[in-house]
């Protein structure tokens, strides 16, 4: 038995289904085996069935195949159609020689058939009462049965399907049985209970096997043409007539149509692969993907969105998109078509081909195929048929003309390098990213100017590994190959690369991809956290996030999430807590824990600590920093220092390794404000060390800086001249000047230039004030108002001090949910602390 098929049969648990496999069932059995046992007796019969049984047996693990069930004869189970076939000719021949041995005729009949099968153990005390350990269910079973009924004593049926692969693959059985072996095909049959005609084919061994065609019987009938029916004059003037009338029929007939429009959704199976060659079904599922997802007519269901449905519908997320389950998956999301290609080996040539489904119906509309010479020949023959595919919906040909760069160009001709990339994608869509780092990591290595793998690997850095300086280096290597990259992934290369070059560029690019492709929601979630960190726009943050929450996509979480933390900021808890409960419900993890904002904005502390404790740290770095800061800051909010100080300095202990320099630095910022608020002996030298680390980090960069070294220094610039060290401060905001005024983003520009007047202005009160206020125009942050209300103490203006003390606890959720990240979460605690204690001043 091979371990493939142990590994099928034992990973599941009793009651527990595999994933549905493409698999060979041979099903043998003894031709009169009643008359047998009443022509020799229960005794002597008795004694030839075992003989036979042990005959079989010994060929099953011969032939590496896999006992289901016995009867009169058996159910076995193989990985491919050759080795079922060699089993059959070895079973057959060993029969003929055992009947010689025994001086008795013992004679079989073969049925053997492939397709998916389902397998599964039976828990132990159903086997205790009789039942078998190993089911397996599937149309397979019952049509390797019809065959084995159809066939003749000595005679191995076998479908169309399983002999060609078989029959290309029989140089397996040794060149002396190829000699003797003949595949006889033997045409179309009827069989009862199958709604399709099924072409048999017979294999056997001359002198063994009849390789005649069956005789019609009860549950089996050739279809013959009308030509050769044994009817009389009449009757074949009348079946002409009928032929006449029935073809009229169909060709009047209008044939399956499917109403697909612009922007209408459709899912993509799994490549059916009925060749030979395992290592092609991976790199064909990525490229069809990627080949539609060109397409500005067509919308393809994203493989997390399929994975989500899959666990919707209690289905492992592995688990094949064949015609059933992906015609389930797609009125489920709402698709209007489920697109299903296969492979196929066709006279030495490899055949693509795709159908396109009404998920509805299960019928397919409309199929196209097309032929490659050779592995290299894929790709472009695949780019054919994607080009047909797309007509055949309903898109023009010069939309697809517009939108279509060859596969091997926007992907890679390395065949492993996108296997690689495809299970990368999976790797992904399941939260694997870790996995998905090494796999992409591969591809880039096999191809070193694969540019959407460099693109895919930018993306993870910045989204999982808060790792700006290797994401800056991945789409460098991307915009260095851009020609290589599709119109859709090049709209999405200038969005990352944004990350370096300013809010504008960032606004601009995720708008031009909101445009170009209006249901790619990456686009919209991308637009408004633009709006959001880098303009500080709440209205129309929201508005984008909106677009991302209400549709089917499953990141739609995210969208909720995002929606929770801009609600908190406003204040408006309701909507948040409502935003929190969509989201969750989702299943959807927040990244960076937007989903307890709204509990801590409302001190619900019980609740934001199980909901802390519910997510490993493993999860991701990004994780791993958010997690502590955030049970510090309850820690904090409820007056307890001592605590919070000891969460923030045992943070990210053995996850350090993998932690980026950006996020140290944002944990060190919480850590040192907090050191300095509890009068740490250490805290000053600890708030110059974290300065002369972001001045160099911010150094080092070079272009590579995206903008959070200045906010993190503009926090320490504050920090500093609060706490009686002004050349620290401006030794921060020297660092930073340029970043924050070039760059364009709200968020440290604001910061820098509120710091600025606070440093400039140390000794001067009022000229503090004042430069403050013209900072002030509804979009500045929590920092600002602190500043004012310890400027207006400076000047002895209680009144104002406590105005700005009181706008400080009026808008506490915007001082919990400001900034990405929470960058400054404990610094906006501890401004709220103060301003309780100014505002009780009278």
């Given amino acids: 038995m091979t371990a493939e098929i142990h590994q099928l049969e034992t990973t599941p648990g009793p009651g527990r289904l595999a994933t549905p496999m493409l698999r060979t069932l041979v099903v043998c059995d003894i031709a009169d085996s009643t008359a047998l046992v009443e022509r020799m007796g229960d005794q002597s019969a008795a004694k030839i069935i075992r003989k036979h049984d042990r005959l079989a047996r010994a060929l099953v693990e011969q032939h590496k195949g896999r006992e289901i069930d016995k009867t009169d004869g058996f159910l076995l189970l193989f990985d491919r159609p050759v080795q079922a076939a060699a089993f059959a000719l070895d079973y057959q021949r060993g029969l003929r020689h055992m009947s010689a041995a025994e001086g008795v005729v013992v004679r079989a009949r073969v049925g053997i058939h492939m397709g998916d099968v389902v397998i599964w153990e039976n828990a132990p005390e159903d086997v205790a009462r009789g039942a078998k350990p190993i089911e397996v269910e599937g149309l397979v079973k019952p049509v390797a049965a019809r065959l084995a009924q159809l066939a003749k004593p000595q005679q191995i049926l076998m479908s169309s399907a399983a002999a060609g692969i078989a029959h290309r693959a029989e140089g397996e059985l040794g060149a002396e049985a190829v000699r003797h072996v003949h595949w006889k095909d033997h045409g179309k049959y009827r069989f009862k209970g199958l709604p399709e005609p099924l072409d048999v084919v017979e294999v056997g061994e001359e002198g063994i096997a009849p390789l005649h065609s069956p005789k019609s019987g009860r549950t089996a009938r050739k279809i013959l043409p009308w030509w050769r029916r044994?009817?009389?004059?009449?009757?074949?003037?009348?079946?002409?007539?009928?032929?006449v009338g029935v073809t009229a029929w169909f060709l009047l007939q209008s044939p399956p149509t499917l109403a697909f429009s612009a922007r209408d959704w459709v899912v993509v199976g799994n490549v059916q692969n009925h060749t030979n060659q395992e290592q092609l079904g991976t790199p064909l599922d990525a490229a069809f993907k990627i080949g539609l997802e060109?397409?500005?007519?067509?919308?393809?269901?994203?493989?997390?969105?399929v994975d989500s449905a899959l666990k919707r519908m209690e289905k492992p997320a592995d688990t094949p998109v064949n015609r059933v389950i992906g015609s389930d998956v797609a009125m489920r999301e709402g698709a209007r078509a489920l697109i299903l290609p296969s492979l196929a080996q066709i006279g030495g040539k490899i055949q693509i081909s795709a159908e396109v489904i009404d998920p509805h119906t299960g019928v397919t509309v409309y199929s196209d195929s097309t032929q490659a010479d050779s592995e290299l020949q894929i790709l472009p023959a695949t780019d054919r048929l994607l080009g047909k595919l797309r007509g055949r919906l309903g898109e023009s040909l010069a939309s697809i003309q517009k939108t279509s760069l060859?596969?091997?160009?926007?992907?890679?001709?390395?065949?492993?390098?996108?296997?690689?990339?495809?299970?990368?994608?999976?790797d992904i869509g399941q939260g694997r990213i870790g996995d998905a780092q090494t796999l992409l990591d591969q591809a880039v290595r096999l191809d070193p100017e694969f540019a959407m793998a460099w693109l895919r690997l930018a993306t993870l850095q910045l989204a999982y590994k808060g790792d700006p300086q290797a994401a800056y280096a991945s789409i460098q290597k991307a915009e260095s190959s851009r020609d290589r990259l599709s119109t859709r992934?090049?709209?999405e290369a200038d969005g990352v690369a944004a990350t370096f070059k300013g809010a504008g560029a960032w606004i601009d690019a995720w708008k031009g991809m909101t445009q170009m492709y209006p249901d790619d929601l990456a686009g919209h979630a991308n637009l408004g956290e633009g709006y959001l960190w880098y303009e500080h726009n709440l209205p129309d943050a929201i508005a984008q996030f909106k677009v991302v929450a209400e549709s089917r996509h499953p990141l739609r979480g995210f969208g909720w999430y995002l929606l929770a933390m801009a609600g908190t900021e406003q204040g408006n808890y309701r909507a948040a807590d409502a935003a929190v409960a969509e989201g969750r419900k989702l299943g959807t993890?927040?990244?960076g824990f937007e989903d307890v904002l709204p509990d801590l904005a409302q001190r619900k502390y019980a609740d934001v600590e199980a909901r802390l404790n519910a997510v490993s740290s493993k999860?991701?770095?990004?994780?791993?920093?958010?997690?502590?800061v955030m049970f510090a800051a309850v820690a904090v909010d409820q007056g307890h220092d001592a605590a919070a100080r000891q969460v923030l300095s045992g943070a990210v202990g053995e996850e350090a390794a993998s932690v980026s320099p950006e996020l140290k630095s944002r944990l060190a910022v919480q850590r040192v404000a907090l050191d300095l608020a509890t009068q740490q002996p250490d805290a000053d030298d600890a708030l110059k060390r974290l300065v002369d680390a972001q001045r160099a980090r911010i150094s080092d960069a070079g272009p590579a800086d995206d903008g959070s070294a200045a906010i993190d220094l503009a926090l320490?610039?504050?920090?500093?001249?609060?706490?009686?060290?002004?050349?620290?401060?401006?030794?921060?905001?020297d660092a930073a000047r340029k970043s924050a005024q070039e760059r364009g983003y709200y968020a440290s520009s604001a910061l820098w230039h509120s710091a600025d007047c606070e440093v400039k202005f140390a000794d001067a009160a009022?000229?503090?004030?004042a430069c403050l206020l013209k900072l002030v125009d509804g979009r500045e942050y929590t920092q600002t108002h602190m500043a004012l209300m310890l400027a207006y103490q400076a000047d002895g203006d209680g009144k104002n001090a406590r105005a700005q003390a009181q706008w400080l606890l009026d808008h506490r959720g915007q001082a919990i949910a400001e900034l990405p990240e929470q960058t400054a979460l404990i610094p906006n605690l501890l401004a709220l602390k103060a301003a309780e204690k100014q505002a009780s001043v009278r």
Avoid at 231 to 243: D, G, N, P, Q, S
Avoid at 406 to 426: C, F, H, V, W
Avoid at 619 to 628: E, F, G, L, N, R
């Fill in 230 to 243: 044994p009817l009389t004059l009449a009757a074949e003037a009348a079946v002409l007539a009928i032929a």
């Fill in 294 to 305: 060109q397409s500005q007519y067509v919308n393809v269901i994203p493989d997390m969105q």
């Fill in 406 to 426: 060859p596969l091997a160009q926007i992907t890679t001709s390395n065949m492993d390098a996108l296997r690689a990339y495809g299970e990368a994608e999976k």
């Fill in 489 to 491: 992934e090049r709209l």
């Fill in 589 to 591: 993890l927040a990244p």
């Fill in 619 to 628: 999860v991701s770095t990004a994780i791993a920093v958010a997690k502590p």
């Fill in 716 to 733: 320490a610039a504050m920090l500093a001249v609060r706490h009686g060290l002004p050349k620290t401060g401006q030794n921060a905001l």
């Fill in 766 to 769: 009022k000229d503090r004030i």
